[in-house]
Every structure is written in C-alpha cells, then in structure tokens.
C-alpha cells in the first residue's frame, strides 16, 4: 500500500517538473513574447500625445522580433531600417490573479496599492515618450508614436522569434517608431580592441556634445549609456526613450554628472586611459554653460 501511495507521489511530482520544465523552454524560446501581451484592451485611455500621420510605406512591410527591454518588445523592419517597440500592455495590466482578489477584504489594500504603483510608472513612462515625440525627435531619431485610441485603420506582421508570423491591428497597441540605430556598445568594443583611439575619441566627444545639448534644454536622461545609444548615418542618437525628464538647470554640473556617469563607468572598465579626456571636456562643457549664465544675467 505505501509502495503505491510512494509511486502516485512520484509520478505525480514528475509531471508537475515535467510541466514547469516546458513552460520555462517555452518561454526561453519565445524570449517571453506573446501576442497578448502587446495588443488587447489598453489600459489607459485619451493620452493626448497629438500624433501626426506616418507613412504608410513604413508599415507596409514585415517585422522581425529583435529584443525586449523592461518596457517594451522591439521589432526590427525586414529592410533594417527601422524598430517599432510594443509597450507590454501586461506590464501595466492588472493580471488576473489580482482581479481574483478584489472579492477579498484583506487584500483591497494591497490591489489597490499595486494598481497605483502600475498606473504611476506607466504615466512616468508616458511622460518620458511625450518628451521624447515633442523636444527630441532628432536626439532620438523617433519617427511616430501611437497612444492615442484612434482610427489608424493598420494591419501590421509581426515574425516572432520562432519565425512564426503574427497579424496584429495596431489600433489595439501602444508603440513607438524609430529609426534603427547602430549600438555604440558594440562599435565602441570595436574600436578599442583595433586601439582606434582617433575614432575612439570622436565617440566621446559626440557623446558628450550630444548630452551637453540635450541637458541644456532642461531635460535629462537618467538612463544614458552606451547601451541606450548608437549612430545613423554617422549622427549620434539616444535610442532608450524611458528616462527623460525635465530638470532645473541651476545646477546644471550635477545634472550633467548624473546624465552621463554611465558612459564614465564604461571607460573606467575598459578605457581608463581615456578617462582623462573625458573629464577634461566634461569640466570644458560645465565652465561653457556657467559662462553662458553669467552672460545672460549680465
């Protein structure tokens, strides 16, 4: 009789790991996309980003998935030419083991909490984008967004990263559009390990220049990195559209420290040699601004 129990007991367990082992490979494979997950029933409604008409040419083609962030799913056009990043609805969502708990009392609190928490970063987000679409077109190369519950009357396909095709309406997602960037991470690494310094110092004026311009409009990113940027065409550009936001310039020097101690880190750890360049022109750019402000007072 235990030896029975013992045995249900086993197979029991074996098909639960063999389950939970699928799930995990599924998700591994698919990177986590679903389809749900970026198109559905938006969870906010009237956003007001005041969007203008895209080309239909841009959309007129295939999709291919490339990568997902903490924000959004980024697909790459078949022509390499530009991304569009699906903004996971399911991030914002309240999932449906939270809605199970509204009958509850004890847990009112804690749904209530939880939803706050989700529509306060969505808004934050949103809010960076808006930035992004209104003041930044050119630092970030954005070419449309849609967050606004609107006729755009668009089919798009998307392949996934199983090369399965998948037809979406696009009035059903929130999504922005850039152009496709070359990662300066990658280019960088390049050009360090071919001791490029010529072309390696060029980056780093771009950089700074580039977040020097963008700072000096009031509008910080606190998320700026080698990872977040690129170059088209030889133009440098932000591509991580997350954390824009605008800031008092009084204290334009510990802004400029913050916007741009990422990239600072990356050349401690791999350039170091460098870094002496850097803090040069970084000291340069912060002595040209306060100069500029006693002018202008003058």
């Known amino acids: 009789m235990m030896n029975k129990i013992l045995k249900k007991t086993f197979y029991f367990f074996s098909v639960i790991m063999i389950i939970t082992a699928f799930l995990f490979s599924w998700r591994w494979v698919t990177k986590g996309f679903r389809i749900s997950k970026i198109a559905g029933d938006l969870p906010f409604k009237n956003l007001n980003l005041g969007e203008e008409k895209i080309d239909p040419k841009i959309l007129n083609q295939k999709y291919k998935y490339f990568g997902r962030g903490c924000q959004a799913f980024v697909f790459v056009s078949l022509d390499d030419q530009y991304v569009i ?20 009392n004890l847990c009112k609190k804690y749904r209530s909490e939880r939803t706050f928490n989700r529509s306060r970063n969505f808004y934050n987000a ?4 808006k930035i992004a679409y209104k003041e930044l077109k050119n630092e970030t190369a954005v070419v449309h967004m849609h967050f606004n519950k609107n006729n755009l009357n668009q089919k798009i396909t998307l392949i996934d990263n199983l090369g399965f095709s998948h037809s979406i309406d696009l009035n059903s997602s929130l999504f922005i559009i850039q152009k496709k960037a070359r990662p300066l991470k990658s280019t960088l690494l390049g050009l360090l390990e071919k001791k490029d310094y010529l072309a390696i110092d060029k980056v780093i004026e771009d950089y700074l220049l580039e977040s020097y311009g963008v700072l000096s409009k009031g509008i910080l990113n606190k998320d700026s990195s ?10 440098f550009i932000e591509f991580d559209l997350g954390r824009f936001q605008k800031v008092d310039l009084s204290n334009f020097a510990k802004h400029y420290s913050l916007y741009t101690r990422n990239f600072r880190k990356f050349l401690v750890l791999n350039a170091p040699h460098l870094l002496e360049v850097f803090d040069a022109r970084f000291k340069k750019h912060v002595e040209d601004f306060n100069l500029g402000l006693k002018k202008q007072s003058q």
């Open 226 to 235: 080698v990872k977040n940027s690129g170059y088209i065409n030889g133009k």
């Open 85 to 104: 990043k699906f903004i996971a609805l399911q991030k914002y969502n309240e999932p449906f083991r939270r809605r199970l708990l509204k009958s509850f």
């Open 126 to 129: 949103f809010e960076s984008y």
